[in-house]
């Protein structure tokens, strides 16, 4: 067993000492690893969509599988869908960056800060400004490519420990200032877009350099980490111990440890490792009343109405979160991926429901529908000599022999994890159950690609929004009696309401079940259409989504399985909650933050000063 070799006065919780002499202290953070995000779209700058010469598709750098293969395919696939016959060379041209407003100074504010953090733990830079006052919305990267936020915050401060972060939070009091917490920012509901009318001085507090595993806990199997923790920097440092907290979302690459909590994340190996809210056993909170902790951790509690549970889907508008303690796993003993086709959606529906009464779902089960399915065929590399006749062939015996139909075939990619006989137990049932609902097994490579194309196809959004094209994703969950028909009426709602406003062409509309739970699923659509020639196309792309939404909610689906509300879903609140929910809600905000100090407004939560 390893011992600890370090004391940190801020590790919390009986940090590694004679009281836990069994707790890990690990000597270094994750640590950024130098890798330079995009400040105008979505991942990594070293990694885009472009168009080569001869009018295939190439995504640049060398991160992920898509990296550096030539794709064919993928244009004329667009053209054919969508009905459009865009020329590659009329493009869409960013601006970015845009004009901001003048920052709005609070000469005490900065003074305190002075005193708090050191000269580089602030900034008031404009690109520095415009990227924390923005997520990854559809219209907020259009806003930043094609015209303007109205908003964003005056000054961002940088702490490195929860000292400094309650010091910044009494000095914002004193001076009456907004602070607004800041993780990865990649968030997809306008959470960080700053109220239009906040005359204050707006300060972003990024917890980027509260990343640190504090401590880990191998007897127990619990982890104390900073919740500025970016997701691949906590997998390297948990893995480099043996260990794992088996949260994946699509994110992860981006998003942070308190991020997670804010919004009630969900990754895509929940069915292993559970949901971020089954896997925080612990969280310190600093809000405008003061610290939020506690000196121990137990594996299970009931001491009554628990203030720490109030912070997950906080949204930044109680308190700014620290750190948490997680539960961690092993490094599973087998990590495997295998893919599974079914004649259609309906099959492969009932197949995961079955999965859900008859056995133990792999870590990670995911099924895409008939238009998904063609775009991670248009994703494959050109194939030429023997690969290309392998292509062709297997293309013949699942099309010609076993009869899948090309326009309604779909496929399920799975993940398992766990010791070699759970993950034998889990395929053995996965097999026989496929076959039940007329499946076939594609194979190990295809649900590694599957699984891994999630990570880039990120980056298709922003290469198409310069060719015309507005795309996003949005999420729900349902019950399984309504799973089909969810996915159907808001297909047709989108379609309708696109060919209600004249639009060009075709819509995309397609969708995926992401997560299973013996009650239902989760639901991801992707939707896009063309608009060269339209106006305001960001507002009618904010349009077309609220009414699917709409149309979500009217047959049964949830507000938001993992997004959250943010602002742009507040105005749905009253069709989820009832009167009394909401008022309640709206008096703990104005009971824990009277003043508003946290005042970045997401589910339209207010504080309000009282005369007492």
């Not at 005193?115 to 830079?125: F, G, K, M, N, R």
């Not at 599973?332 to 959606?345: L, S």
Request: aromatic content about 8%.
């Amino acid at each position: 067993m390893q011992r600890s070799h370090t004391r940190r006065d801020d590790a919390g919780e009986g940090e590694a000492t004679a009281d836990a002499p069994h707790r890990i202290i690990p000597a270094d953070a994750p640590g950024r690893d130098g890798d330079e995000e995009s400040l105008d779209g979505w991942g990594f700058r070293d990694s885009e969509f472009i168009v080569r010469a001869d009018g295939s598709v190439l995504l640049t750098g060398s991160r992920y599988a898509l990296s550096g293969l030539e794709l064919p395919d993928l244009l004329p696939w667009i053209r054919n869908v969508m009905g459009v016959d865009f020329p590659v060379a009329d493009t869409h041209d960013s601006v970015y960056p845009p004009d901001l407003p003048a920052p709005r100074e609070s000469p005490g504010f900065l003074g305190a800060v002075g005193q708090i953090l050191t000269s580089d733990a602030v900034s008031a830079d404009p690109l520095v400004r415009l990227r924390h006052g923005h997520g990854h919305t559809l219209e907020e990267i259009y806003a930043i490519r094609y015209g303007r936020l109205e908003r964003v915050p005056d000054l961002v401060v940088f702490p490195a420990s929860e000292a400094e972060v309650i010091a910044l939070v009494e000095a914002a009091a004193r001076h009456d200032v907004c602070l607004v917490p800041y993780g990865g920012g990649t968030n997809v509901t306008d959470a960080l877009r700053c109220p239009a009318g906040e005359e204050r001085t707006i300060v972003s507090v990024d917890l980027g350099r509260m990343n640190r595993i504090l401590w880990i806990d191998p007897v127990n199997l619990m982890a104390c980490i900073e919740a500025g923790a970016v997701g691949r920097h906590l997998q390297a440092g948990l893995a480099g111990h043996g260990f794992t907290m088996g949260h994946e979302p699509d994110s992860v690459e981006f998003s942070t440890l308190g991020g997670w909590i804010a919004t009630h994340a969900s990754g895509m190996k929940k069915n292993r490792y559970g949901n971020i809210e089954d896997l925080v056993l612990d969280l310190h909170v600093v809000t405008a009343r003061g610290a939020i902790s506690r000196p121990t951790v137990a594996p299970r509690e009931s001491v009554g109405i628990d203030p720490r549970r109030w912070m997950f889907g906080s949204e930044g508008s109680l308190g700014i979160i620290t750190r948490a303690v997680v539960k961690i796993f092993p490094l599973p003993e087998v990590a495997r991926y295998d893919a599974v086709i079914f004649p259609g959606f309906e099959e492969g529906v009932s197949f995961l429901y079955d999965l859900t009464r008859e056995a133990a779902p792999p870590a990670s089960v995911r099924l895409v529908d008939n238009l998904q399915f063609q775009l991670s065929q248009t994703l494959k590399p050109r194939a030429t000599g023997f690969r290309g006749l392998l292509r062709r062939a297997e293309k013949l015996f699942v099309t010609g022999v076993r009869g899948f139909d090309p326009r309604r075939m779909v496929a399920c990619t799975l993940l398992y994890e766990g010791s070699r006989r759970q993950v034998k137990a889990e395929e053995s049932a996965v097999r026989r159950l496929a076959r039940r609902h007329g499946g076939m097994r594609a194979g190990e490579e295809n649900g590694r690609r599957g699984y891994q194309l999630t990570f880039g196809i990120a980056y298709i959004r922003d290469f198409v929004m310069k060719h015309y094209i507005l795309g996003e994703s949005f999420e729900t969950s349902v019950p399984w009696s309504g799973v089909l028909a969810l996915c159907e009426n808001v297909k047709g709602r989108l379609a309708a309401e696109h060919a209600a406003r004249g639009l060009p062409g075709r819509p995309f509309v397609t969708c995926r079940v992401t997560q299973v739970y013996q009650t239902g699923v989760c639901v991801y659509f992707y939707f896009g259409f063309y608009h060269k020639g339209v106006e305001r196309p960001a507002e009618v792309f904010a349009e077309l989504e609220r009414a699917a939404r709409d149309e979500i909610l009217r047959s049964g689906g949830s507000l938001s399985h993992h997004h959250g509300v943010g602002k742009l879903r507040s105005r749905f609140l009253p069709r989820v909650f009832s009167p009394a929910a909401l008022e309640w809600a709206a008096e703990v905000k104005r009971a824990v933050d009277p003043g508003n100090l946290f005042g970045i407004a997401n589910q339209s939560l207010r504080g309000a000063a009282r005369d007492d």
